[in-house]
């Protein structure tokens, strides 16, 4: 089969079907897909919402305390709190239905979705960790999401096994870290960006095993270097002393200064790590994968996909949250242990499971919802083995007949993920505004629900321009205060204008010496997310013109596929010209 262009139902523009997407297509028996790659990664991710909570009423039996849930109360669906949704108190078969052949699959398993209990937050594992969201195994943590694994972390969204550490996005086996941007494997690295193994050290870029360093970009396992300059130990501690870094200014300054060396210093086309034949972004360990990002531990034969970890192979617009699976399609937050699962969403430990959500160790099942530990279910309505074999295939015939068809136009037959307007939520309020960011006319005009965020919900106490501006002049009072963030008149899909400071966070501060932030956590993590390049390929040419490199006197003409955009100012090197000055 060759290559093939097709027009997207989403977008209206042309996109490539290749041969090798063919085979995979073949290979899971789906029909290629009539959305673009992006518009697949959007519609999912219009289905993740990892930030955005509010306050509702749990409406398990015999309970009516408030919650705090990824699910708006507008929605009208029926939330459980976490410990009554994972109990036996309530039968997900209960809820099921037989399959109506009159009616587009989609419509029905909404019409599911709107009457089954859902979990509030979508937590497993969680001990005293009640705001974390998209989150497996957290303890003592407050405010993280898209998580694994993590101890006593604040205000961080997707990172993994971390510990006592704070305002975190994309960072790895950590501890004692703050405000890091695209990091692992480091202890008490603080203001960094693109670092690995690195200790004791302050605003770094792209610097490797790097130990008491300070204001430096581009080093390879060095320490007591100071805005790149090579010093003595005694040198360097004095110089560091001379800052104030639990001063707000002092702190303001030194990020000025770093964002002025960032620009200064060389940028690898991509930041690739023991890695085979792949395309893509943010990979370590991966082999044959490509248009791929933020993935890391063995992921092998996969396209189109982002923030994978772990032994994945064969998946194809997977993600976020995959861990662990094998022959994947249109899926995230699905893993360990599972093997052929198609449309899923927070599928644990299961295989052969189509159009489901939250199902866990079981098989064989389509379009369900909540079902757990069990085989042959359709719209979590059981059935003998025999039966199921032969009402799927009908399915699916059926979903090709009688398909849905949204209020745009847009045609939904098997083969499609779930339609972006049945989502829970709305685009502003999921990973799809994080990545793909639209205003809301834009949302708009492609169909997207959207929901304002209420303006001044919080009475506050204090502004934030009125803190102290040194962690030494901060007490425990602190805590009582309604912060007004430094961004709430400004117009921002982020800012939720007010923030508190916990104790546990308050004191991480000392342990850490930093001061307090002035804007509230949606300020800081869009800040932060402002940093990281877009899940977006680019072709483009080495920019290195020095002398001594492999192209001699002439420019260097080595191609690649970059996520800096052509019109980015940032100076753009192949990885062998990088490889010569950065080592
Ligand atoms: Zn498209
Ligand atoms: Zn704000
Ligand atoms: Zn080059
Ligand atoms: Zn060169």
Redesign the pocket.
């Known amino acids: 089969m060759k290559n093939e262009t097709k027009n997207?139902?989403?977008?209206?523009?042309d996109?490539v079907i290749e041969q090798e997407d063919f085979s995979f297509y073949e290979k899971i028996k789906v029909p290629p897909p009539t959305?673009?790659?992006?518009?697949?990664t959007?519609r999912r991710l219009c289905w993740r919402n990892e930030m955005s909570l509010f306050k509702i009423k749990c409406d398990a039996p015999g309970h009516d305390e408030m919650l705090i849930s990824f699910l708006h109360p507008e929605e009208k669906l029926v939330v459980y709190d976490s410990s009554a949704w994972w109990s036996d108190s309530w039968d997900a078969l209960s809820y099921g239905k037989e399959y109506d052949f009159s009616k587009p699959f989609f419509e029905q398993w909404k019409n599911l979705r709107d009457n089954i209990p859902l979990q509030a937050l979508s937590n497993i594992h969680a001990t005293n960790s009640d705001y974390c969201n998209v989150a497996e195994e957290s303890r003592e943590s407050y405010m993280c999401s898209g998580s694994w694994k993590i101890e006593r972390t604040f205000y961080s969204n997707r990172i993994s096994e971390t510990k006592d550490s704070g305002d975190l996005y994309v960072v790895f086996r950590s501890e004692l870290c703050y405000d890091d941007v695209i990091c692992s494997d480091s202890y008490h690295l603080l203001y960094s960006f693109n670092c690995k193994s690195c200790v004791d050290s302050y605003f770094l870029y792209d610097c490797i095993g790097c130990m008491n360093c300070f204001g430096c970009s581009n080093l390879r396992s060095k320490s007591h270097c100071m805005w790149n300059e090579q010093l003595s130990r005694e040198e360097y501690n004095r110089r560091l002393a001379e800052y104030d870094l639990k001063d707000y200014k002092t702190i303001l300054e030194l990020k000025k200064k770093f964002r002025e060396m960032y620009m200064k210093s060389l940028h690898r086309f991509a930041v690739q790590i023991k890695v085979v034949n792949s395309t893509g972004d943010n990979l370590e360990g991966t082999k044959n994968c490509k248009i791929f990002f933020d993935a890391t531990q063995k992921i092998e034969d996969a396209k189109y996909s982002h923030w994978l970890k772990e032994n994945v192979k064969d998946a194809y617009d997977s993600g976020p949250g995959i861990g662990q699976a094998e022959l994947i399609y249109e899926v995230f937050d699905t893993g360990v242990g599972n093997f052929c699962n198609l449309f899923t969403s927070v599928v644990y430990s299961s295989n052969d499971v189509e159009y489901s959500f939250n199902c866990h160790g079981c098989s064989n099942l389509f379009g369900c919802i909540g079902v757990r530990n069990k085989k042959y279910c359709i719209l979590n309505r059981e059935y003998t083995k025999e039966e199921y074999e032969k009402l799927v295939p009908k399915i699916k015939k059926q979903m090709e007949e009688v398909p849905y068809i949204d209020k745009r136009g847009i045609i939904y037959k098997y083969g499609e993920f779930f339609p972006a307007e049945f989502s829970t939520f709305c685009y502003n309020e999921t990973q799809a505004q994080d990545y793909f960011p639209i205003s809301k006319e834009q949302a708009m005009k492609m169909g997207y629900r959207w929901r304002d965020r209420k303006k001044n919900e919080y009475q506050t106490t204090i502004e934030s321009k009125d803190l102290p501006d040194s962690l030494d002049d901060v007490d425990d009072s602190i805590t009582k205060e309604i912060i007004g963030c430094e961004n709430k008149e400004k117009q921002s899909n982020y800012c939720r204008g007010a923030y508190k400071i916990t104790i546990d966070e308050l004191n991480l501060y000392r342990k850490l010496g930093v001061p307090l932030p002035r804007l509230c956590f949606f300020c800081r993590h869009e800040n932060r997310l402002k940093m990281r390049n877009p899940m977006k390929l680019w072709h483009r040419q080495c920019m290195c013109d020095r002398m001594g490199h492999l192209h001699g006197e002439e420019k260097c003409e080595v191609g690649f596929k970059t996520s800096y955009a052509p019109d980015r100012p940032e100076i753009v090197y192949c990885e062998k010209c990088y490889q010569q000055e950065v080592y």
Request: with cysteine; charged share 30%.
């Open positions: 997207c139902q989403n977008c209206k523009k996109f959305f673009c790659p992006e518009c697949r959007v």
